[in-house]
């Protein structure tokens, strides 16, 4: 009798430090909970309530369109230049503001300077100062009219509107960044010359082309292999037809119709991209005619 009752001592020690060990689990997963709740701020930001502006997509913008060619931040600086193609109308009479969503850390929106640098006919370089360090969503709103100037609290990003101030019409489009998608930068040089300017604009449009004929490229690959393997199911088919019933090779006969029809808009689309790298390559050819000449 006393060794079932030391058994049962044993065992009622046991289920005593199990109780213990499964209530410090908890305490530590409750512990880990509630840190991973008060620094989540610290390690994730929030996503803005806006869609961020696209590099190297059209977006539509005040009176036209324009193309982000590149978003710089120098932390150093606390200052950003931001690089656009577009049409001349849209970028000859562009007046341009910034603002700076902060992260949790302060709640709300403030002003930053910022100016048109420099200005072509397809070409404009905007640069944004007194960036904060704990900065998060930069918008820059730009706004064309020859009247007097807008006053506009808030767009959709890539999105153009008009809003009446007085008697004239506004147009205006914002181009949103954040933190996680802007191209961090020691230095940004914001005094270069003009053909300081127009050697970068084209430097840029080099690389563009560049990587749109290699994107051209690989597509006309892809293009090729989706034809040989058309063929190869054309072949299967032909081969079967011997085998089949007239009911059969009627089926046949029409899926052969159809993949070779599918066949001429893919070799179509091939050339066309053909003909999109034959231009690609004479517009670097120009833009590398006039670096030399500048440089």
């Avoid at 044993?10 to 840190?35: A, P, Q, S, W």
């Avoid at 089926?251 to 790298?277: A, G, H, P, V, W």
Wanted: hydrophobic share 35%; aromatic share 8%; proline share 2%.
């Amino acid at each position: 009798m006393e060794e079932v009752k030391h058994e049962r001592i044993d065992y009622e020690k046991l289920m005593h430090k199990n109780h213990n060990r499964g209530t410090m689990v908890t305490i530590i997963v409750v512990l880990l909970g509630y840190l991973f709740f008060f620094l989540s701020p610290l390690l994730f930001h929030e996503k803005p309530d806006k869609t961020l502006s696209a590099l190297d997509s059209e977006i539509p913008f005040a009176t036209g369109r324009i193309v982000i060619n590149q978003w710089l931040y120098s932390p150093d600086q606390n200052m950003m230049e931001i690089c656009c193609t577009g049409d001349s109308i849209t970028l000859s009479n562009l007046a341009v503001d910034a603002s700076c969503n902060y992260t949790y850390k302060t709640k709300g929106t403030v002003g930053l300077s910022s100016e048109v640098g420099f200005v072509l006919s397809d070409y404009i370089v905007i640069y944004v100062y007194d960036v904060p360090d704990d900065w998060y969503c930069v918008s820059v709103r730009g706004s064309i009219d020859l009247a007097e100037k807008p006053t506009v609290e808030s767009s959709t990003a890539g999105v153009a509107e008009t809003t009446k101030s007085g008697s004239s019409d506004i147009n205006y489009g914002i181009i949103y960044t954040c933190v996680d998608d802007v191209e961090n930068v020691d230095y940004i040089n914001n005094e270069k010359t003009k053909s300081g300017y127009i050697i970068e604009r084209n430097t840029k449009r080099i690389e563009y082309n560049e990587n749109k004929i290699a994107k051209n490229e690989n597509t006309i690959a892809a293009f090729k292999a989706d034809i040989q393997s058309k063929n190869d199911e054309i072949t299967a088919l032909n081969r079967d037809k011997s085998f089949q019933i007239e009911k059969e090779r009627i089926e046949s006969d029409y899926k052969i119709s159809t993949l070779n029809k599918e066949i001429k808009t893919i070799e179509t689309q091939i050339k066309n991209l053909q003909t999109d790298i034959v231009n690609l390559k004479d517009e670097i050819s120009d833009y590398e005619r006039v670096i030399a000449q500048l440089s």
